[in-house]
Nanobody, 122 residues
Framework: DVQLQASGGGLVQAGGSLRLSCAAS????????IGWFRQAPGKEREGVSC????????YYADSVKGRFTISSDNAKNTVYLQMNSLKPEDTAVYYC???????????????WGKGTQVTVSS
């Protein structure tokens, strides 16, 4: 069974930090890119960041560049998203997803995990 388990969400004040984790299983981790996506109420899902497990290439949405850092522990089949300087507009459900093609487009991703809620209070 393919599983992508996102965790680490919570409630934090503006300016604070959270680290999300995405634990993957059931597929060849090194063959896939893992991306983080988010969806706020009433808004379209958007790509946040992505990392290629094969070569470590990283991608970030402009809205999070300089604040979020994505990393991968291939030995643990886990991808992390360190989120610093959080803003209220970062509030959303965050999902991790896997696809053989890295990028920030949410459509066409092969596998999705359940989301984790991130709430940033002002």
């Amino acid at each position: 069974d393919v599983q992508l388990q996102a965790s680490g969400g919570g409630l934090v004040q503006a300016g604070g930090s959270l680290r999300l984790s995405c634990a993957a299983s059931g597929f060849t981790f090194d063959d896939y890119a893992i991306g983080w996506f988010r969806q706020a109420p009433g808004k379209e899902r958007e790509g946040v960041s992505c990392i290629s497990s094969s070569d470590g290439s990283t991608y970030y949405a402009d809205s999070v560049k300089g604040r979020f850092t994505i990393s991968s522990d291939n030995a643990k089949n886990t991808v992390y998203l360190q989120m610093n300087s959080l803003k209220p507009e970062d509030t959303a459900v965050y999902y991790c997803a896997a696809d053989k093609v890295p990028g920030l487009d949410y459509y066409g991703m092969d596998y999705w995990g359940k989301g984790t809620q991130v709430t940033v209070s002002s």
